[in-house]
């Protein structure tokens, strides 16, 4: 691809003198014109995703190192310098602050099949989530696990005062939604370009 833009780029005097650029030649020049030489890379928002989550980890590794070297015994020398690793965390922080921000402006403007954007989709999931585990914790506090009810005479018997059969099924439910919205987001992620 660079051999063909150079030399398109080496006759742009000849195509625009003669008028012979077809589609293919033309989009290649503006390319070439674009990127100046620079090869483009595109990345997939999943690829993105997982790239946050890499650098995310890289800082807390890298954090722990510097605090746990902050400190040494008199006479002692850190096994590395903090300034170096907290060097290296403001690389990082920089590099994650562009990447979310390509994230978030992709997650704007990309669309499901079904029409909400991935932004709605996202928070939507999130929710389902938070309504989820707080069913499965109404049923859990209704219905403690029969190991625990060890009662004798004097103690007081306590009962449900929810159905419990019919929180269970709506805790299973929302967990299938979830699991549904979360398989069609993850789709859109590895077919959709990062929006940088």
């Known amino acids: 691809m660079r051999d063909k833009n150079a030399k398109i780029m080496k006759s742009l005097p000849a195509f625009?003198?003669?008028k012979i650029l077809n589609f293919k030649e033309l989009s290649s020049l503006f390319l070439c014109l674009i990127l100046s030489g620079k090869e483009m890379v595109?990345?997939?928002l999943a690829e993105a995703l997982l790239e946050r989550k890499s650098i995310k980890e890289q800082i807390a590794a890298l954090?722990?190192?510097a605090f746990k070297d902050a400190r040494v015994q008199e006479g002692d020398l850190p096994a590395e310098r903090p300034e170096d690793l907290m060097a290296e965390i403001e690389?990082?922080?920089r590099r994650l602050e562009t990447?979310?921000?390509?994230?978030?402006?992709?997650?704007?403007?990309?669309k499901l099949p079904d029409g909400p954007t991935l932004m709605e989709a996202i928070v939507h999931r999130d929710m389902l989530k938070l309504r989820q585990?707080?069913?499965?914790d109404l049923v859990d506090?209704?219905?403690?696990?029969r190991d625990s009810w060890r009662i004798t005479r004097?103690?007081?018997?306590f009962q449900p005062t929810i159905d419990v059969a019919r929180w269970r099924r709506e805790a299973d439910a929302l967990a299938k939604a979830y699991r549904e919205l979360d398989t069609a987001i993850q789709a859109v992620n590895w077919t959709t370009e990062l929006n940088e």
Request: aromatic share 0%.
């Open 16 to 18: 625009l003198d003669m």
């Open 42 to 44: 595109t990345m997939k």
């Open 63 to 65: 954090r722990e190192r």
């Open 91 to 93: 690389k990082l922080t």
């Open 99 to 110: 990447l979310v921000v390509a994230i978030n402006r992709t997650n704007l403007q990309a």
């Open 133 to 136: 585990k707080l069913v499965t």
């Open 141 to 145: 506090a209704a219905a403690p696990d």
């Open 154 to 157: 004097s103690e007081v018997k």
